[in-house]
């Protein structure tokens, strides 16, 4: 059965780092965008970053750009969410999340994704 599982938030004081997992089961990255989104409570599901899996093309919302990096390790199957310099208003739930790869310009919207994972939790807080 195909699967995506996040794993890596926690709590975090601001200017502190964290590191999110992206596992996928059941298939492999290759031929997919992965798009990593957020939630705050009371708020729209925003793109944070996404990757095309084949080539590395990558793109990032304005307000995480030169603090946050996606990177994919193709023989774990997995990508990752670097998250240096985090802010309070980075706080929601995180969610990876995956559709066959078409035009790249769009990644960043959730409505174009059909494979979702469970979301990890990321607190920041002083």
């Known amino acids: 059965q195909s699967q995506l599982v996040e794993s890596g938030g926690g709590l975090v004081q601001p200017g502190g780092s964290l590191r999110l997992s992206c596992a996928a089961s059941?298939?492999?990255?290759?031929?997919?965008?992965i798009g990593w989104f957020r939630q705050a409570p009371g708020k729209e599901r925003e793109g944070v970053s996404c990757m095309r899996i084949t080539g590395g093309l990558s793109n990032y919302a304005d307000s995480v750009k030169g603090r946050f990096t996606i990177s994919r390790d193709n023989a774990k199957n997995t990508v990752y969410l670097q998250m240096n310099s985090l802010k309070l208003e980075d706080t929601g739930i995180y969610y990876c999340?995956?559709?066959?790869?078409?035009?790249?310009?769009?990644?960043?919207?959730?409505?174009?994704?059909?494979?979702w994972g469970q979301g990890t939790q990321v607190t920041v807080s002083s």
């Open positions: 059941g298939f492999t990255l290759d031929g997919y965008t």
């Open positions: 999340a995956a559709r066959p790869s078409t035009l790249f310009s769009v990644c960043l919207l959730p409505q174009l994704y059909n494979a």
